[in-house]
Structure formats: structure tokens, C-alpha cells
């Protein structure tokens, strides 16, 4: 069973023990059971680091550790993986992870997730980046149960506050700007997204630029949908903002849905290049010498 607070702004997740591990899988909305599934995305090409899914310097693959991370989490019945390359189709069998190939083509992790999970039953679909090898589980719980607490609302995501000022002005960090909406039974909950941007939003007019740290909201890019959402969403044309921006949300705000963000106080960062992977490697040598 999974109970979420409510504290400063931010959702606090309280996990308390299932009587055993099989009976937390999943969640109950009334009597009826809804299904939820992870699905990771992997992708084998990446310009600035390619192949690092099966990056292994740790003695498991890059992918593995998202992968391990995910099963901590309680709500989803299953971690699936949606692969475009054979090579991460036979990795994620040797460390018995469920893996689909998937079309090469397609042009997102959304499209892939989509493709993965158009036959499968299940009600609400988490995607988690596959170079997220420090990832949070509770962070996958607290999105699911945003789509089970708010059935009128098709995906989610989450947002934390800046710890460095210098950063909000890079633009390969997504900022989110959120309603504060009187109308939501509690001031912590989560807030609506008005938009997404790489540059820092809220523009302070007084300060001609950035405001103070406390008005910035970092994107962290991990969302839960509701399945008959996101195949109808990947059906979309593309629109003029997503174009302008590269951001596939803003599709989603383009087309008039709402999106629900979460704030959190902390979120590790995703590997996107090789120096960033070696830190990673540093942390979880040092982190197992500590066993």
C-alpha cells in the first residue's frame, strides 16, 4: 500500500510494508484493479555517448542499474524494456529483464514506448529514461499515484527546485512554469503545467532576466500516462511549439490536455555523456566498498 503526503510543497512518500513482495505489485482504484507498467525506452545510438546502455565499467550494464532501480518501486506490475538494437535485446535477457524490439525508426522514446505497449494490458504506463541509473523509485510510485488520486487527468510528470543558480540559464535544462490554482483541495498538491522551456521561465522584468532561485522549476524527465492517451498523443502531428522548443510535452499543452507536475525535492541526473558515466561509475564503486 502506498500512502502519499503532503509537506512544504513538496510530496512525501510513505511506503509501508505489503505482506509481501507480489502483493504490492499494482493498485486498487475502488474495486477495480489498475494496472501499471514501466517501460524503458532504450535507444543504441546517441551522439554524444553511443552505446551507453551497454555501458558496463560497473560489471552491469548502464541499463541494468535503471533497470534494478524501477523494480524497487511499488506500484508497477511489471518493468518492461523497448529496445530498437538486438544488441540490448540480449542484454536485457541475460540479466532477465522483459525486452521488446522495437521499430529503429521511430522517432522518440515515446513513439517507442507506445509501439512496446499497444497490445498490452495495462492502465497506466511510467516511462523511465534508460540512462537513469540512480533514478528514485519513490519518484515512479509518486507518478503513478498521481494518475490514481486525479482520473480526469492523463499524464504527469515532476519538477524540483534549482540548488544551482548558474544552471537556470542552461538551455539544456528544462524549466516548467505551474499553475497555483485555488481551486485544488490542498496547496501542495500537484499543480498543472502552463508551459515548458529551455529558457528561464519566469522572465523577472525588474531584474531583466533571472529572479530569484526559489521561482524556477527544473524539468525532470520522467512521465506517467494513461494508455489510451499516449497512443492517441504519439498520433498527433507535431506542433508548432514542440518544433520551436524540441520538447514533446508541449505537444500534449498544444493540444489542450493537462499535464500534472509534482514537485520534489531532489532528483539525480541522467548520463548523457562519458565523463558524466565515469562519475557515475566513481559513485557506485565507492558506494559498494561502503557495504
Not at 565499467?57 to 534494478?68: A, M, N, V
Not at 508551459?195 to 521561482?215: N, Q, V, W
Request: with cysteine; aromatic share 8%; net charge neutral.
Amino acid at each position: 500500500m502506498l500512502l502519499s503526503w503532503l509537506s512544504s510543497g513538496y510530496y512525501k512518500i510513505l511506503l509501508l510494508a505489503p505482506a509481501s513482495a507480489e502483493a504490492s505489485r499494482g493498485q486498487w482504484a475502488g474495486e477495480n484493479t489498475v494496472k501499471i507498467i514501466v517501460c524503458i525506452p532504450a535507444r543504441y545510438s546517441s551522439t554524444r555517448f553511443p552505446g551507453k546502455v551497454l555501458a558496463k565499467d560497473t560489471g552491469k550494464f548502464l541499463i541494468q542499474h535503471t533497470w534494478e532501480r524501477a523494480k524497487l518501486a511499488q506500484l508497477p506490475a511489471n518493468i518492461l524494456i523497448a529496445a530498437d538494437d538486438k544488441r540490448i535485446l540480449d542484454a536485457a535477457k541475460s540479466f532477465g529483464a522483459d525486452c521488446v524490439l522495437t521499430n529503429p525508426e521511430c522517432k522518440s522514446g515515446t513513439d517507442r514506448i507506445a509501439e512496446a505497449v499497444a497490445e498490452l494490458d495495462y492502465d497506466i504506463i511510467v516511462n523511465v529514461q534508460a540512462d537513469e541509473p540512480e533514478i528514485d523509485p519513490a519518484n515512479i510510485d509518486l507518478l503513478a499515484q498521481i494518475l490514481l488520486d486525479n482520473p480526469q487527468i492523463p499524464m504527469a510528470t515532476l519538477a524540483a527546485p534549482f540548488e544551482n543558480p548558474d544552471k537556470i540559464s542552461d538551455p539544456n535544462i528544462v524549466k516548467v512554469v505551474v499553475t497555483s490554482d485555488e481551486r485544488q483541495a490542498s496547496s501542495d498538491a500537484a499543480h498543472r503545467a502552463i508551459y515548458f522551456s529551455r529558457l528561464p521561465i519566469p522572465y523577472d522584468r525588474k531584474k531583466a532576466g533571472i529572479g530569484r532561485k526559489e521561482l524556477y522549476l527544473r524539468h525532470i524527465g520522467i512521465y506517467a500516462y494513461r494508455k489510451d492517451f499516449l497512443l492517441k498523443l504519439t498520433k498527433l502531428p507535431q506542433t508548432p511549439l514542440e518544433k520551436t522548443e524540441k520538447l514533446e510535452q508541449l505537444r500534449a499543452i498544444e493540444n489542450g490536455f493537462d499535464i500534472l507536475v509534482a514537485k520534489v525535492e531532489h532528483t539525480a541526473d541522467g548520463i548523457d555523456t562519458p565523463n558524466q558515466y565515469a562519475d557515475f561509475v566513481k559513485r557506485y564503486m565507492k558506494g559498494q566498498k561502503q557495504k
